[in-house]
C-alpha cells in the first residue's frame, strides 16, 4: 500500500470530498487519522480485542458505502463514531442473553444493592494522578456489565441525550435513567473501594 | 429517599428536567441533606469521568489495518455489480432444489474420498512491508510460511550439501523472537 | 411438492454437515525453535525434538535447532486460543473446523500474518523468518490425536 504524503496536509473536509467522489487515497489517510479513535470506542463498549478490530473496520466499510449521506451536519469522526456504536449495540444485543437481562432489569426497577448504599466519599478520586485516574476508572468500567457500561459510555464519553441513548439502546428513557443511576452509583462505590485497595 | 425522587436528581444534574422542574428540584436539593450528598456523588462520578477515557491505541500497522478495509470494501463492491435482484431471484427459485441435490452428491463424494494432499496457502493476509512465502516441502510433508522484510532480499536458504564454517563460542542469552 | 423436497433435502444436508465437522476440541501443540550454526557448548538450550529438527535440517541451512519453549492447547470449535511464545511473540489459533484454522501470528503487539490451513496430525505447519546474527526462529505447529507421537527430545547428544 504505497502512502501518500500530500493527502495527510488536507482538511477532513476536503478528503471526504474526495472520497465522496470514490477517491480510495483520500479514504485511506481519513481512516488512519481516526482509527485509533474509532477502534476505541469499540473496545470500550465491547471490552474485547478481536471483536472491537472486527466492528471498527466493518464500521469503516459502512462509511464507505454511506459517504453519500454524509452532508457535514457533524464532524466526520463524529459520523463514523455514530457508526461505529450502532454497530457495537447491534452486536451487544446479539450477545445477550434473556436469563442475564431479567435479572439486570429486576435490579434496575429496584436499582440494585447500590440503591440502598449510603453515598460514598463525594471525592474518590480526590488527589490522583491522571494516568492513575485513568486506570482506576478503566479498570472499574470493566467491571460493570455491559448494559450499564454501555449507558455510561454513551452519557459520559460521547455527551449524548437520554432521549438519543433511549433510541439507540431500543428501551424506555426511564430504563436509561435507571441504568445511568444505577452505573454511576456502582462507579463511585468502586472507585472508593480501588483507592482503599491502594492506600492498604 | 424514593427511587422516582433519585432519578430526578440525577435528571436535573444531567440537565435534563425542563425549566420549572427543574428549579423545584434544585430548591430540594438545597433543602435536603440526603439529597444534597446524593448529588454531590453523582457530580463526583461526573467530574472524575469527563476527558478521562483511558486512551486505547489499535495494535495494528496502518497497512496491515487498511488492506483489510480494502478488500472487504473491494468484495462488497464486486458483489453488489452482480446480475440484477429479479433475475437472480427468478434463478435461484428454480435452481434451488437442484443445488441441493447437487449440494447432498457432493457431500456423499467428499465423505467416501481417499486422503488428497491438503491444500495450504488458502487466505491469507501479512502486514505491509512484509511479504509472506509460502510453501510445501514435498519430502517432509510440511507447510513452510516464510515472513520476511520487503527489503530483506535473503531467501529461505536451502540445505547447503558443505557444511558451515564453525562459528564462535558466543554467550546467545535468550534468542528473543523478533519478527522484522 | 417442491417446498418438501427442500425441507427434506436441508434437513439431510444438515445432518451430513453435522456428522462431517468435527465437533470436538482440536488439540494443538506449538513449538518454538531457534535455528543457529552455534555449537551445542554455547546454547543454554536444549536441542529441538528428533521429528521436527530433522525436517528443518531438510529444508533450511542452519546446522542446529534449539527448543525455546512450547505450548499446548485445546480449542473448542469456532473459538481461538492464544499461545505467547515468547515475550514479543504469539500465534493466535482458531479452530475453523475438518481440521482447519486460522493462524495469526502477532509480533511486538502487531499482527504481521494471518492465514487458513490445514492441520491433519501428524503434518507440521512451520512459520519462520530470519532472526538476528544469522540465526532463525521457527514455529512448528500441528495438531494432536491421540496417535501422534510426541516429538522425541534429543537429551545429551
Known amino acids: 500500500m504505497a502512502t501518500h504524503p500530500d493527502q495527510s496536509e488536507r482538511s477532513d473536509v476536503d478528503l471526504v470530498r474526495a472520497a465522496q467522489k ?28 478481536d471483536e472491537a478490530l472486527d466492528l471498527s473496520q466493518e464500521a469503516w466499510v459502512k462509511g464507505w458505502q454511506r459517504l453519500a449521506q454524509f452532508q457535514g451536519d457533524s464532524s466526520f469522526v463524529t459520523w463514523m463514531t455514530r457508526i461505529v456504536i450502532n454497530l457495537c449495540l447491534d452486536q451487544l444485543r446479539k450477545q445477550k442473553r434473556q ?13 440494585g444493592v447500590e440503591r440502598y448504599m449510603p453515598t460514598s466519599n463525594p471525592n474518590p478520586t480526590a488527589g490522583l494522578e491522571r494516568t492513575e485516574l485513568r486506570k482506576r476508572i478503566d479498570r472499574a468500567l470493566g467491571q460493570l456489565s455491559q448494559e450499564h457500561r454501555t449507558v455510561l459510555v454513551l452519557h459520559e464519553f460521547e455527551e449524548l441525550e437520554y432521549k438519543e441513548i433511549a433510541k439507540r439502546m431500543d428501551c424506555s428513557i426511564g430504563t436509561v435513567m435507571s441504568r445511568l443511576f444505577y452505573a454511576r452509583r456502582r462507579m463511585a462505590s468502586l472507585l472508593a473501594s480501588l483507592k482503599r485497595e491502594n492506600a492498604e | 429517599m424514593k427511587q422516582d425522587l433519585e432519578l430526578k436528581l440525577q435528571a436535573w444534574l444531567d440537565g435534563e428536567l425542563p425549566t420549572a422542574e427543574a428549579r423545584a428540584i434544585g430548591r430540594e436539593v438545597a433543602a435536603d441533606a440526603e439529597a444534597g450528598r446524593l448529588v454531590a456523588e453523582l457530580q463526583a462520578v461526573k467530574s472524575a469521568l469527563a476527558g478521562n477515557e483511558m486512551p486505547v491505541v489499535l495494535p495494528e500497522s496502518r497497512e496491515f489495518y487498511w488492506s483489510k478495509i480494502q478488500r472487504q470494501i473491494e468484495r462488497e463492491t464486486a458483489a453488489q455489480r452482480g446480475t440484477p435482484a429479479r433475475r437472480v431471484a427468478r434463478w435461484r427459485y428454480w435452481l434451488s432444489p437442484l443445488a441441493g441435490f447437487a449440494a447432498l452428491a457432493c457431500m456423499m463424494i467428499m465423505a467416501t474420498r481417499p486422503d488428497v494432499a491438503p491444500s495450504f496457502d488458502e487466505i491469507s493476509s501479512t502486514a505491509e512491508g512484509m511479504e509472506a512465502v509460502t ?22 536458504a536451502q540445505a547447503p550439501d558443505a557444511a558451515a564454517p564453525p562459528t564462535t563460542s558466543q554467550d546467545s542469552g535468550d534468542p528473543d523472537v523478533e519478527m522484522e | 411438492m417442491r417446498r418438501l423436497c427442500n425441507v427434506l433435502l436441508a434437513g ?71 499461545l505467547r511464545m515468547s515475550a514479543q511473540c504469539t500465534i493466535r489459533v482458531k479452530n475453523l473446523g475438518s481440521s482447519r484454522v486460522e493462524v495469526s501470528c502477532i509480533g511486538k503487539g502487531k499482527q504481521v500474518h494471518k492465514g487458513d490451513y490445514t492441520l491433519e496430525p501428524p503434518k507440521w505447519l512451520v512459520l519462520g523468518g530470519n532472526g538476528t546474527n544469522n540465526t532463525a526462529w521457527f514455529i512448528g505447529l500441528r495438531a494432536v490425536d491421540k496417535n501422534t507421537a510426541p516429538p522425541v527430545v534429543a537429551r545429551g547428544n
Open chain 1, 22 to 49: 470514490g477517491g480510495m487515497a483520500a479514504f485511506e489517510e481519513l481512516v488512519a487519522r481516526h482509527r485509533d479513535k474509532i477502534y476505541a470506542r469499540a473496545y470500550s463498549m465491547v471490552r474485547n480485542e
Open chain 1, 99 to 111: 436469563r442475564a437481562e431479567s435479572i439486570e432489569m429486576l435490579e434496575e426497577e429496584s436499582g
Open chain 2, 135 to 156: 510453501f510445501h516441502d514435498q519430502s517432509t510433508g510440511v507447510t513452510v510460511v516464510w515472513l520476511a522484510d520487503s527489503s530483506d532480499q535473503s531467501q529461505p
Open chain 3, 12 to 82: 439431510m444436508a444438515y445432518s451430513l454437515l453435522t456428522l462431517s465437522v468435527h465437533a470436538s476440541d482440536l488439540k494443538v501443540e506449538a513449538w518454538l525453535i531457534w535455528g543457529a550454526n552455534d555449537g551445542r557448548e554455547t546454547v543454554k538450550f536444549e536441542p529441538a525434538g528428533q521429528d521436527l529438527a530433522d525436517k528443518l535440517h531438510r529444508m533450511f541451512k542452519w546446522q542446529n535447532y534449539y527448543e525455546i519453549t512450547n505450548k499446548t492447547a485445546s480449542i473448542p470449535i469456532y473459538q481461538s486460543r492464544d
